[in-house]
């Protein structure tokens, strides 16, 4: 392998490790016994259920320590979020679907197919 061919392998793994683009459902319908983040259900607490979003990260492989961080980013994100949904009583959070892209182009391909 070449190194503009090892350089565009890199470039597109990281691009797709920062991807949290990949919507696996849209925002659900509530329903009367949707299930809390805890699992539970409450008749005080408005009832929520998760969209959930893919997140592609390199976790393994050259590039495992972007992959960690960019998860972690997108973590604390989804977390900020989840708390301004709920104070606004939206009804729904954010849930991540996470793949390990393993640094490799065609292993992120497979996974992007996977949460589609």
Same mark, same amino acid.
């Given at each position: 392998?070449?190194p503009l061919t090892a350089a565009v392998?890199?470039?597109?793994c990281a691009v797709s490790g920062m +991807? +949290?683009?990949?919507?696996?459902?849209?925002?659900?319908?509530?329903?009367? /016994?949707?299930?809390?983040?805890?699992?539970?259900? /409450?008749?005080?607490?408005? =009832?929520? $259920?998760? #969209? !959930?979003?893919?997140?592609?990260f390199p976790l393994t492989g050259i590039? /495992?320590?972007? %992959?960690?961080?960019? @998860? #972690?980013?997108?973590? +604390?994100?989804? !977390?900020?979020?989840?708390?301004?949904?709920?104070? !606004?009583?939206? %009804?729904?959070?954010? $849930?991540?679907?996470? $793949?390990?892209?393993?640094? /490799?182009?065609?292993?992120?391909? $497979?996974?992007? @197919?996977?949460? =589609?």
């Amino acid at each position: 392998m070449g190194p503009l061919t090892a350089a565009v392998n890199l470039l597109a793994c990281a691009v797709s490790g920062m +991807l +949290l683009a990949t919507i696996l459902a849209a925002a659900p319908a509530l329903g009367e /016994d949707a299930p809390l983040p805890s699992g539970g259900t /409450d008749d005080t607490t408005p =009832h929520m $259920e998760p #969209v !959930r979003i893919g997140g592609l990260f390199p976790l393994t492989g050259i590039l /495992d320590s972007a %992959g960690a961080e960019g @998860r #972690v980013a997108v973590d +604390l994100g989804i !977390r900020d979020f989840n708390a301004y949904l709920a104070e !606004r009583g939206a %009804g729904w959070y954010l $849930e991540m679907v996470v $793949e390990d892209t393993a640094t /490799d182009p065609a292993v992120a391909l $497979e996974k992007i @197919r996977k949460l =589609h």
